[in-house]
């Protein structure tokens, strides 16, 4: 778990600071932004980079998992560099301090509680996936009201899987395959997973609690 929060936390600092980095340099933000096939390109770069990670893991070296991993938090990266132009800086800085706490929190929960957590596994998913849902719909509504709802469900749906999956990735690790590159490769997919939770989460709160740009 140590080194499951590690190449978590490692990913997170990369995508922050290719977010600010981006965000900082008007030439990229000119390729990124000014053309929505760009921008929408990257955002299914992510799916991808994603899915063939999943799916190919077993079958992927350590290193190569690694490489993968990282390519997404840098692609993700310059995708939320977008939050900059929406929300104040400021507001982005709280927001996230709001985020770190509760996602700590939960996967201490996650971690450390005796209670079996599968029970959340399905409920969370259809959550999941109504949420999906709701928020396709809230393109074409352009609802104020819906969008806050939407992510006030998300936040809660996000805190519950921080809980499920540090439970479920503490149970899945197998021992007696320390330093191999099963082990390696474990870190990072359970990496992956809480990685994605703290995103998530921290994007639900911006909405809520983040200060727009005038």
Known sequence: MTKVFGWMSLALIVTAAVSFGVASTPQIVEIIFSSKFTFYGLMIAEVGVVWWLSSRVASMSATSATVWFFLYSILNGLTLSVIFFVFTADSIVYVFGIAASMFMAMAAYGYYTKKDLTSWGSLLMMG?????????????????????????IGVLIFVGLTAYDTQKIKEMNIIGNEGTDEDHKEAIMGALTLYLDFINLFLYLLRLLGNRRD
């Open 128 to 152: 999941l996936i109504g949420l999906i849902i709701a928020g396709v719909v809230n393109i074409f509504l352009r609802s104020d009201m819906f969008g806050m709802v939407v992510s006030s």
